[in-house]
């Protein structure tokens, strides 16, 4: 996106009044203005005219079962985002520990080999499906439908 | 609701009284979510967003410091959550089958997205008018959401959006110009 030009002084009294961020002294002298300039006072209107316009656009009210759904997820999101940390922090310390007693077991490297690549391979696809999860789940369609 | 309301809430929400906050989020829900649609142009990830931000503003409630005004700082954090969305969707677009297209950048609305009084008595001004600020790139179209349908002051935007003053007369000059230019095949059509 390209930058914005700069205002002249004019235009930008034009949006202070407009917007009534002027002190009573420059409003006045802002309105003795106009009153010699036609071109400046239907500017000024035309801007005023759409901010009235837009001023009067409904908000977009929450629908009793969108504010179900708001509620729904709030106060146990902290919660939620605990429960996986802690799983996660379970999971990890059971691999690590899980591989070390494999790797100083007697059993045949062959088995070991086999273990090994069982849990990197579940772990993979685990790690792949969860991720995946995480990116598309703000976009799903049908996330929003109570079943 | 007056200041000093909502100055009793946030003090009520800081000292986990859940009832205030619901209150506080009661009040901003309708603003947030239309804040949320400017950006978004879509209601379920509108309604995820003011979510998040509640949240966000929930849990860090002790960083907000009194006579401090809420509503700038609620909307910077709904910004944020907003434009981490729009760049989220814009890199699993880059990545996805679908080709990303100029203008991309400005995080444009789709042509279909619905106005934010979709769910109310549609007038045909206001559905005009939507469909004009549709056209707008996200910095033109988040100061007229804010100036216009949030009513923040200057000083008020400049803290949301991080920019001077100054800043903000000039894009509000030129978005409200563009907007004008939008709608104009519809005000020559009204007599």
Known sequence: MTADAPLTKRQQQ????????????????????MEQDAGLALETVSFKNLLDASKSMALAEPTDHEMRRFWARFYNRAEWRLGW????????VLAVEGLYLLLTSALPLTVKGSAIAIVAGGSVLLW???????????????????? | MSVAEEIRLIAGAKHGDHTSFETLVERYMGSAMSVAMGYTGN????????QEAFYRVFKNLDR?????????????????????????RRRIRKTSIHAREPGDEDYPLPDNAPGPAANAEGQEAQEELWRAFRTLGVKHREIILLRHFEELDYASIAQVLDIPIGTVMSRLFHARQK?????????????
């Open chain 1, 14 to 33: 034009m949006m202070a009044y407009v917007d009534d961020e002027l002190g009573v002294a420059e409003r006045a002298a802002f309105e003795r203005e």
């Open chain 1, 85 to 92: 940390v802690l799983l996660l922090s379970g999971v990890v």
């Open chain 1, 128 to 147: 792949n499906t969860v991720r995946l999860t995480l990116r598309t789940s703000h976009f799903d369609r049908y996330r929003g439908v109570m079943r």
């Open chain 2, 43 to 50: 209601r379920d990830d509108a309604l995820d967003l003011t």
């Open chain 2, 64 to 88: 907000f410091h009194e006579g401090e005004r809420f509503a700038p700082w609620f909307f910077r954090i709904l910004r944020n959550a907003c434009l981490t969305f729009l760049e989220k």
């Open chain 2, 179 to 191: 907007l004008k230019q939008a709608l104009e095949p519809y005000m020559e059509a009204t007599p």
